[in-house]
């Protein structure tokens, strides 16, 4: 059974900072881009950050630009979300997700495998 599983997530303050990590399961990720999203309550599902197969090229939305990072660990096929800085925007369930091929793209459509999603919630 092919699995993406996230944790991390929790409450922090604004200013604050968390982990999150998806670990994957059932296959090999590794020539996979990976992406994190995420989706506030009454919001749609969106594009957060993204590493293409090989973790040498990462893109950011501009929300978030400067404050994520986005890495990967091919040999414990896990990839990663530090998020700095966090603002009360930042609040919602995030998701890892794999795409089809080794870039990805900020589209969900390119995606084929998702975690279940892990809460984060920023206090102000």
Do not use: H
């Amino acid at each position: 059974q092919v699995q993406l599983v996230e944790s991390g997530g929790g409450l922090v303050q604004a200013g604050g900072s968390l982990t999150l990590s998806c670990a994957g399961s059932g296959r090999t990720f590794s020539n996979n881009a990976m992406g994190w999203f995420r989706q506030a309550p009454g919001k749609e599902r969106e594009f957060v950050a993204r590493v293409t197969w090989n973790g040498g090229r990462t893109v950011y939305a501009d929300s978030v630009k400067g404050r994520f990072t986005i890495s990967r660990d091919n040999a414990k096929n896990t990839v990663y979300l530090q998020m700095n800085s966090l603002k009360s925007e930042d609040t919602a369930v995030y998701y890892c997700a794999a795409a089809q091929g080794y870039s990805g793209s900020d589209s969900k459509r390119d995606y084929v495998y998702w975690g279940q999603g892990t809460q984060v919630t920023v206090s102000s």
